[in-house]
């Protein structure tokens, strides 16, 4: 089990701002685990009474609909905090989170957090102002849903993935995710999904393997209308 003062992820998130003995601290109470692609970290609804560390790993943040259907809202990655909002609004989660690949992750009492949130103002702020990000990023998907086309937010999509994962050796995203996964981001039927990527396969915008998608013109499915 790594130490979090030691621990390179910390850099990518609000716990850079902890002292020393603060991490610690947080090191002597926190517990690490491994999580299997496609199980479910926590549910909507659910208590989740802490945080969660990436430490390796992507996973889904997941909003259930009212027609029943699963709406992607954020793909989680190395380095990144879960459930710091459940947290200072002491709700329960209104997300839920699964895992896309295999994760490392570390789990943080809540007590233990609301002790650095409430003595170290720095902390804090850090919170705060990837909170606010987050909702940031929240107000352009809702402006995307509405203003711009499923063809729009697909292409996106592929985009966003290509430029957060990067590519393997062969030029495929590195992150693979079913039709499903993309019409549940897009929000659209899997049907659609399909249909789409199919004509961007006939207009050389990419190429398919199985699930895997390799985009090969950037520029063109950028201007995608």
């Known amino acids: 089990m790594s130490n979090c003062e030691q621990c390179i992820v910390r850099q990518f ?3 850079k701002s902890l002292t020393k003995d603060e991490l610690i601290r947080i090191s002597g109470c926190k517990t690490s685990k491994t999580i299997k692609k496609g199980q479910l970290i926590f549910d909507e609804g659910e208590n ?10 992507i996973c889904k943040l997941t909003k ?6 699963d709406q992607i809202v954020k793909l989680v990655v190395k380095g990144d905090l879960m459930g710091q909002r459940s947290l200072v609004s002491e709700e329960v989660t ?16 809540k007590h233990e957090i609301m002790k650095d949130l409430q003595g170290n103002s720095n902390f804090s702020l850090d919170v705060l102002q990837h909170m606010a990000k987050d909702l940031r990023e929240a107000d352009n998907v809702i402006v995307n849903m509405a203003q711009k086309s499923v063809r729009q937010r697909l292409a996106e999509a592929l ?9 393997t050796d062969e030029g495929m995203l590195r992150v693979i995710l079913s039709r499903e996964d ?8 899997t049907e659609s999904i399909i249909r789409i990527l199919s004509q961007f396969k006939k207009d050389d915008l990419i190429t398919t393997k199985g699930k895997q998608i390799k985009i090969e013109d950037l520029e063109a499915l950028g201007r995608i209308e």
């Open 48 to 57: 989740v009474n802490g945080v969660y560390c990436i430490r390796e790993g």
């Open 13 to 15: 998130n609000s716990l």
């Open 64 to 69: 259930l609909s009212a027609n029943g259907r």
């Open 182 to 189: 993309y019409a549940n981001i897009v929000g659209t039927a």
């Open 94 to 109: 209104n997300l839920s989170a699964t895992a896309l690949s295999e994760m490392e992750v570390c789990f943080i009492p």
């Open 159 to 167: 985009l966003y993935i290509h430029r957060t994962f990067g590519t």
